[in-house]
């Protein structure tokens, strides 16, 4: 059962541009959105996160866009450069104590020069 | 500061073989462990968390298992690995705190021949 739909796979941006990923979710209980940037061989890390009390949360150049009656959430990359090039989780986690994450299939976003 | 290591960062194991991976945390007490599997187009699958000692649940039934020795070491093994099991493995942790979020390892890039 997939509860968290991530578009698209892959994503290619010119230096400079916009990068958006979109998720949406279905369990109305969750109440914990992070993004996570995975580069290749690596482990994902912790890149931005809001909570569904907010619509907007920024941090520098990544801001996280929060709908909650749509279900949706998106992050947006402004200035997109190289060492952007990653892929990108998106998640969701109720608080139960075990904080168990539920991921988004990934995207491939590569930023070209 | 808090750590996470986990080991080895590659394994080529053969069918039928056991399998033992291995994940330490430093720098926090109790914290929440957990075992994922990343497969290509399909994002990070929960496999087991741990939110202490002998308290241990597991997510999707399969070929593994995972055990908590010690309060901040975290192993997931198999008795006879199967094809199916090839994937990258990554361990994470979590303080348990409120819309905190999860710290993961580098992982290890299983084959199974």
């Known amino acids: 059962q997939q509860q968290v739909k991530q578009s698209p796979q892959s994503l290619i941006v010119q230096k400079g541009g916009i990068s958006i990923i979109n998720c949406a979710y279905e369990?109305?209980?969750?109440?914990?959105f992070p993004w996570y940037q995975q580069f290749p061989g690596k482990g994902p890390a912790l890149l931005i996160a809001?909570?569904?009390?907010?619509s907007e949360k920024k941090e520098g150049r990544f801001t996280i866009s929060f709908n909650k009656s749509a279900k949706q959430f998106s992050l947006h990359i402004m200035d997109s450069q190289p060492g952007d090039s990653a892929t990108y989780f998106c998640a969701a986690s109720e608080d139960q104590g075990a904080q168990k994450l539920v991921f988004g299939q990934g995207t491939r976003l590569t930023i070209n020069p | 500061s808090q750590t996470i290591h986990q080991w080895p960062a590659t394994l080529v194991q053969p069918v039928g073989s056991p399998l033992s991976l291995e994940c330490t945390v430093e720098?926090?007490?109790?914290?929440?462990l957990y075992w994922y599997r990343q497969a290509a187009g399909r994002g990070l699958q929960l496999l087991f968390y741990s939110i202490g000692i002998d308290q241990i649940s597991s997510e999707v039934p399969q070929n593994l298992s995972a055990s908590r020795p010690q309060d901040r070491q975290f192993i997931l093994s198999s008795k006879k690995l199967l094809l199916s099991d090839s994937g990258f493995y990554l361990c994470?942790?979590?303080?348990?705190?409120?819309?905190?979020?999860?710290?993961f390892g580098n992982g290890t890039r299983l084959t199974v021949t």
């Open positions: 720098g926090t007490s109790n914290p929440n």
């Open positions: 369990n109305t209980a969750f109440d914990y």
């Open positions: 994470a942790f979590g303080t348990g705190v409120y819309n905190s979020p999860l710290h």
């Open positions: 809001i909570r569904p009390d907010v």
